[in-house]
């Protein structure tokens, strides 16, 4: 089974519209030759208009970072997931650690989230991975469990390979110590056994991630790992030439 690599790049909060406009128009002729890849740009949600039309026809697509569960609602300062897919944004990061730790974000919501998301027609990115504590005390195989457990509660069978997942280790997330490339390969493979559970063809179609300090330098040997396929990619992404760097090493 040969599944598709991704490359996303998670912007988080940086770029105005009037940078991010700069962004693309760098990025487009350096991804535009490159096949074999699906790119993705993850952005703010005031970029998400402009960028879906500076990139329309081309090879890269246009995820938010984060949605509501609900249709619509009393929910300020809210966006739903009909709200993005009516701007014909592609997908959507879930559950990134930055959300989880800062603001709140909980399985019991992402639960909610994933199916929502797949029900308006986006590809959810949904990010899972321990703590460094987690990982000191061996408890990394549990946490996996438990997040891809319960944020796939609601998702069936026959929709577990339109989820993408991506393996953060938070102890690698902006901090510049990537996973070693046994510890990425271990993890995901651990996690498409987790899918397997549910479904062996899902585990054998589902698209795995790796995130956490990729690099132009380490790209390539993270994503020709057996079981990863494709990036989530933060700092990196924010330069369109590392990112068109990362995008070329998922093809080669
Ligand atoms: P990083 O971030 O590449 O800057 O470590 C990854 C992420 O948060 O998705």
């Known amino acids: 089974m040969s599944r598709i690599p991704l490359i996303a790049g998670n912007w988080k909060m940086y770029k105005t519209e009037e940078q991010s406009e700069e962004y693309i128009q760098a990025l487009l002729p350096r991804v535009s030759a490159i096949d074999g890849v699906e790119v993705a740009i993850c952005v703010p949600f005031t970029d998400l208009r402009a960028m879906v039309d500076s990139a329309r026809g081309s090879r890269v697509e246009v995820y938010a970072q984060n949605m509501h569960q609900e249709p619509e609602g009393a929910f300020t300062g809210e966006i739903s997931a009909p709200m993005l897919s009516e701007l014909d944004v592609r997908g959507v990061v879930l559950g990134h650690s930055e959300r989880r730790a800062l603001f709140g974000e909980s399985d019991r919501a992402l639960a909610a989230k994933v199916p929502s998301a797949l029900a308006a027609g986006l590809v959810p990115i949904l990010c899972v991975g321990e703590t460094e504590q987690e990982r000191d005390s061996d408890e990394t195989d549990r946490k996996l469990r438990q997040q891809i457990r319960e944020d796939l509660a609601g998702v069936p069978a026959e929709r577990l390979a339109d989820v993408v997942i991506a393996y953060e280790p938070i102890w690698a997330i902006g901090t510049g110590r990537v996973a070693s490339a046994e510890q990425a390969q271990e993890a995901i493979a651990f996690i498409r056994a987790l899918v397997g559970d549910r479904d062996r063809d899902a585990a054998e179609r ?38 068109a760097q990362i995008v070329a090493a998922a093809a080669a």
């Open 206 to 243: 589902v698209r795995i991630l790796y995130g956490g300090s990729v690099k132009p330098e380490n790209a390539a040997e993270l994503i020709a790992l057996p079981d990863v396929d494709g990036a989530l990619v933060g700092g990196a992404s924010l330069e369109a030439e590392s990112f």
